[in-house]
């Protein structure tokens, strides 16, 4: 039997839990005694304080509790990122709480691999022996070999940093299928680790890049924080420009829709800034003093140097001179000679490397008007109001009152360029690091990965397994389907050493990641394979040796900031009740491995290590003789940030709000130097140098053809696929649903039961395919002629591209009941590797598709 909300509603314990007459919550958390003559039949009521478990942002939420058993969720009205409200997620988590398909026990496979799996219960004790035998064996050997792979962590001090560190063990996230392309490109050019979003209070001009506004929130941010701050800006008469393939959830909250061509957004930007150029709409002073514009580029693309200090044309004396130089006058423009070779500025140069970039050149490409370009640069540059300045909290600050959200739009084979391409537009108008401008973090802090990017030592062979400091990737993000790739043939990468353990913590890749297949044909190949789940995921039911079943909203994790952008603090996650079956929380879970495994304790050992990443100070510091509760742990950490309580503060109040981030903390220009202290890189001369040497040691055209000092455009390798293929696939993703961890819960799945392909009516009806109808999508490698294809149903919407369709994420899933026979994973058809991964080695989610009846 399908279960239904009113079915769920009908037989769990929330019923009961509604029926009860109680008071809301008003005046602070407290417990409730209900009267009652019968002492044997009395009622408590609590409010517990957490945090969501389901989402992204770890939004505030209050635990209505009775009698020890949760019954309702809450927004924490105190919680500055939600403010008191939840989405449907938040809401419905209670559900996957008290899912009867949860792992009850810890699992150990009965049977082969690479088919579902038996399974029998065990202990703890006896699971954990297992899992620390295994893993002591190759440790013993090279710990190098174990590989962590996270999926979103809910408390890195814990797992990325200690426990990693403790176990030295490779790391591998989830970034790169989600937004590292754009990571990496804003640490490379201005120093700061995320992607790009608005300054919602003082924005006025958004481009809204790829923003699936009301469906899925943004950079750094899930999906309520982002529209609250966007309809007040709205409010505010703040104009909105959509640039997507699909319309998504701007509909009548955008003022105009830009449906571009998918993977073409690197020519769009090239575009903005050879009219932004053409039409004087240049703050030459920010790059100036602030950037490598004014660096003198030789003929061979490097800097000209003397004495190994980079040049500028000082316009007083007509001659090089040292750019930091006293008194200077750096010329942004211009050719010139130096000891018998022609110099430029890099500003020339990308004015030059911009010419041919018209409006009428990108409108071929990107398949929208030139006149509609042309419009949407010009309104850009004059909204940018390059000059102007206002006072913010007693300060005198430049004014840029132009932005860009760009998140997922990163992960295409162009990424890393494309975001590169939409930093320099916003550079020539000075809006980095000014009020109203693009963010990248919520406060400017220079990533250290801005001198490592930049610093790189392409190293000799072997490699490990994800081609760190190798030629193939020299920026590397690390992609979980690139070493699935490596995995498959160690001697085309030059590995020598491949990964034998897996720790699976809290992701389902063979769902969530690109590739279904190569991912599979990797998770074959590991000797040992853990799963920490409260599900048995689709992973674990085909690769899994011990599935260790782990908590869901019963469990300590954390700390985690509360910051909107403009608001600090801290909130954690604490435990709404006691866990349910045999579960545990992750960090009692690592805490009893590191023991079965003799890390524990000592020098080294996971609690020193904790130490660390916690920033515990005397006399809060671990004992590292003695394993703590994860209570404990938690108390001595609010201890030692000064919070008298301890963790009994966050028990009360959930929250712990610092206050308003600094002005001078938050805006580039603010702090002290301005931006740090460094010049953000307009011009990547590094890249060249690694493409120069990427040459040297004879790797293949398409892993250094991209490595350019300036972003270039090319034709994305999945327009080589034959001319049948004629339709652009993306995917996207729904508010419903969160990764693959919630299409089985009912309250959702009534949402959006099924899988769907958008499509346009009018290319539909071409194809003679109605609304609803089945349809294979069949999706084809441009480089090896590979094709895959899935039976979905199609969805008519005229918000899209009718030379685009759209599959979105959530779906697929098999083991669970509840999410049986919704329909495919949109990654069984994206390809990996060579042509479908950005020269940052980040996952594109596009490939041509050919559709027909099924």
């Not at 202990?123 to 050997?141: F, M, P």
């Not at 392409?458 to 020299?474: A, E, G, R, T, V």
């Not at 990443?613 to 005397?618: F, G, I, P, R």
Request: with cysteine; aromatic share 12%; hydrophobic share 40%.
């Amino acid at each position: 039997m399908r279960l239904t909300r009113r079915r769920f509603l009908k037989s769990s314990a929330v019923a009961g839990g509604l029926l009860l007459a109680g008071r809301l919550f008003s005046r602070g958390l407290e417990t409730l005694q209900a009267a009652s003559p019968d002492p044997a039949t009395a009622l408590t009521e609590e409010w517990v304080p957490t945090t969501c478990w389901i989402g992204k942002q770890d939004c505030g939420i209050l635990a209505r509790r009775i009698n020890g058993r949760v019954v309702k969720l809450e927004g924490h009205p105190a919680h500055p990122r939600n403010r008191g409200t939840l989405c449907p997620k938040g809401m419905a988590q209670i559900i996957a709480i008290y899912d009867p398909n949860r792992v009850k026990a810890p699992l150990i496979r009965t049977n082969e691999k690479g088919v579902p799996g038996r399974w029998r219960q065990a202990s703890w004790e006896e699971a954990l022996r297992l899992v620390a035998d295994r893993i002591r064996e190759v440790r013993d050997r090279d710990p190098s070999l174990i590989l962590w792979q996270k999926g979103r962590s809910k408390g890195e001090a814990f797992y990325d940093e200690a426990f990693v560190k403790a176990l030295k063990a490779t790391r591998l996230g989830h970034g790169a299928f989600c937004s590292d392309a754009g990571y990496r490109a804003c640490e490379y050019t201005v120093g700061l680790s995320s992607v790009l979003h608005p300054d919602f209070r003082y924005t006025r001009y958004l481009l809204a890049w790829g923003w699936n506004l009301t469906n899925a929130g943004g950079n750094k941010l899930c999906w309520i924080t982002w529209p609250q701050q966007f309809l007040t800006a709205r409010e505010r008469g703040m104009k909105v420009i959509l640039i997507d393939p699909r319309i998504r959830g701007g509909g009548p909250f955008v003022d105009e829709w830009l449906p571009i061509r998918p993977g073409t957004d690197l020519a769009l930007a090239l575009a903005f800034s050879h009219i932004l150029i053409e039409a004087h709409h240049v703050d030459t002073d920010y790059l100036k003093r602030y950037t490598n514009a004014p660096f003198l580029v030789k003929e061979d693309g490097f800097f000209l140097r003397v004495d190994g200090k980079e040049q500028v044309w000082d316009l007083h004396t007509g001659r090089p001179q040292p750019y930091d130089a006293p008194g200077v006058e750096p010329a942004l423009e211009g050719v010139y000679e130096f000891e018998g070779q022609k110099i430029r500025p890099a500003f020339q140069v990308f004015k030059d490397h911009v010419a041919p970039c018209t409006p009428e050149w990108a409108a071929e490409i990107c398949g929208v008007p030139a006149e509609q370009i042309r419009r949407i640069a010009l309104e850009l540059g004059e909204n940018a109001m390059i000059g102007s300045t206002i006072r913010v909290d007693g300060i005198d600050l430049p004014y840029r009152p132009v932005s860009v959200m760009a998140y997922h739009m990163a992960q295409q084979e162009l990424g890393f360029h494309a975001v590169r391409a939409i930093l320099l537009v916003f550079m020539l108008l000075g809006a980095i690091g000014a009020v109203g401008g693009p963010m990248v973090d919520f406060t400017w802090k220079i990533h250290p990965n801005f001198e490592k990017l930049d610093q790189i030592k392409i190293q000799d062979p072997p490699y490990n397994f994800y081609l760190k400091d190798s030629p193939f990737f020299p920026i590397n993000s690390a992609n979980p389907a690139v070493v699935a790739k490596v995995m498959q043939n160690p001697e085309k990468y030059r590995v020598k050493k491949l990964p034998e353990v897996v720790i699976v913590h809290m992701t389902n890749p063979l769902i969530a990641y690109g590739s279904q297949p190569d991912i599979a044909e990797a998770y074959r190949r590991f000797r040992f394979v853990v799963v920490i789940s409260p599900w048995l995921s689709e992973t674990a039911d085909l690769f899994a040796d011990v599935v260790l079943p782990a908590a869901t909203l019963e469990k300590y994790e954390g700390p985690y900031s509360i910051s909107d952008g403009y608001v600090d603090g801290v909130a954690l996650r604490l435990p709404v009740m006691e866990p349910l079956f045999e579960s545990r929380g992750e960090i009692e879970i690592y805490l009893d491995l590191c023991e079965q495994l003799g890390i524990l304790y000592g020098e080294g050992g996971y609690l020193d290590e904790l130490n660390k990443a916690l920033k515990l100070k005397e006399p809060y510091q671990l004992p590292l003789d003695r394993k703590p509760s994860v209570r404990e742990i938690f108390d001595r950490w609010a201890k030692s940030q000064g919070i008298e309580e301890g963790v009994a503060y966050f028990e009360k109040h959930g929250v712990r709000v610092k206050g308003p981030i600094s002005v001078k903390a938050r805006y580039g220009y603010a702090i002290e130097p301005p931006f740090g202290g460094v010049r953000h890189r307009f011009y990547g001369e590094s890249l060249l140098r690694y493409r120069e040497e990427m040459k040297a040691r004879g790797v293949d055209e398409i892993y250094w053809r991209d490595y350019t000092p300036l972003p270039a455009w090319r034709p994305p390798t999945m327009e080589g696929s034959p001319p049948e293929y004629r339709f652009y696939l993306i995917s996207y993703k729904m508010i419903e649903f969160k990764q693959s961890r919630s299409s089985f819960i009912p309250l959702l799945a009534e949402l959006a039961p099924r899988q769907r392909l958008d499509i346009h009516p009018k290319t539909a009806r071409e194809l003679g395919i109605e609304d609803g109808e089945e349809v294979w999508v069949e999706s084809h490698h441009a480089l090896t002629g590979e094709t895959r294809r899935v039976r979905v149903r199609v969805h008519y919407t005229e918000g899209i591209r009718p030379d685009t369709v759209g599959l979105p994420h959530g779906y697929g899933l098999w083991t669970h009941p509840w999410a049986q026979d919704q329909g495919p994973a949109a990654s069984s058809l994206f390809f990996t590797g060579e042509g479908y991964v950005s020269c940052t080695a980040d996952q594109s989610f596009q490939v041509k598709v050919r559709i027909y009846k099924a």
